[in-house]
C-alpha cells in the first residue's frame, strides 16, 4: 500500500491502521528505524503527533496496536539507552572537531574549552575565543529535527539571559545540514522575541567563515 500523504486543510480523514503501517514502513525503509514523536512532526506521510494523541491514543499504543518490532515506548528500554549512548557519543566527536578547528586556526593558548562564565561555575560555555577582536564565545549543538533545534536555541537563550559574556560575539553554531538555513531565517522574522544583539545562530560552514575573518593573537 502506498503511504498517506497528510492533508493540510479541509475536513480530516480518519487514518485508517493500514495507512499508518504504510507510513510507519516507509519512514523504516528511510531511516532504518521507526520515528519518535518530533520526527513524526517532521514526516508528512504519517499524523502530526497531536493528532496520533487526541485521537488514536498516543504514539506507544499505535506502535502497539500494529505490532511494530522494537520498544513499543522509545522514551524508555533499550532504544533509550541507545539513544543517550548516540547521542552523547556525537555531542564527543562535534565538540572535538570543532575545538580542533579553532586551535587550528587561533592558537591552543587562547582557545578555553568548557569555559565557566558565571562564579557557581555550574553554567558553561562549550568554548570562549581570544582573539584580536577582543574574543567570541561558541556553543554547539547538533538537532535531530527542526523541532529539536527550536528547544536547543531556546534552552541556551535562558543560559546566555544574565551572561557576563553578553558584551562578546555569541554563536549558536549547529551541524546538521538537515535543519536549512531558509527555515531559520523565516522562524527568527516572525520570532516574537528577537535574540540578543550580540547572539548569532550560524551553521558550521559559516562559521569557518566567520573565523577567517578574524585576527589571531600571537605570544609576545
Known amino acids: 500500500m502506498e503511504p498517506r500523504r497528510r492533508g493540510t486543510r479541509g475536513k480530516t480523514i ?4 493500514e495507512q499508518l503501517r504504510a507510513g510507519f514502513d516507509y519512514f523504516h525503509r528511510l531511516h532504518g528505524k521507526y520515528p519518535t ?7 508528512e506521510y504519517l499524523p502530526t503527533a497531536r493528532t496520533l494523541q487526541r485521537s488514536l491514543g498516543g504514539l506507544v499504543a499505535v506502535r502497539t496496536r500494529l505490532s511494530l518490532s522494537g520498544d513499543a515506548d522509545l522514551r524508555t528500554g533499550k532504544h533509550s539507552i541507545k ?11 562535534i565538540e572535538e572537531l570543532v575545538y580542533e578547528y579553532l586551535v587550528e586556526h587561533f592558537g591552543k593558548p587562547f582557545v578555553h574549552r568548557e569555559y565557566f562564565f558565571t562564579d557557581d561555575k555550574r553554567t558553561r560555555a562549550d568554548f570562549f575565543v581570544h582573539d584580536a577582536s577582543g574574543g567570541f564565545c561558541t556553543d554547539v549543538f547538533y538537532p535531530s529535527t527542526f523541532k529539536n533545534f527550536l528547544g536547543c536555541v531556546n534552552s541556551k537563550e535562558r ?6 559574556l553578553r558584551q562578546y560575539p555569541i554563536y549558536f553554531l549547529y551541524l546538521n545540514d538537515e535543519i536549512y538555513k531558509e527555515r531559520i531565517v523565516q ?13 548569532q545562530i550560524i551553521h558550521w560552514k559559516d562559521y569557518r567563515t566567520m573565523c577567517s575573518t578574524r585576527k589571531r593573537l600571537t605570544l609576545t
Request: proline share 5%; aromatic share 10%; glycine share 0%.
Open 14 to 17: 480518519p487514518w485508517t491502521d
Open 37 to 43: 514523536a518530533s520526527e513524526i512532526d517532521e514526516f
Open 83 to 93: 539513544r543517550a549512548h548516540t547521542i552523547n557519543a556525537r555531542a564527543h566527536e
Open 159 to 164: 543560559k546566555y539571559a544574565q551572561s557576563e
Open 187 to 199: 522562524w527568527l522574522a516572525h520570532k516574537k522575541k528577537a535574540l540578543p544583539e550580540k547572539v
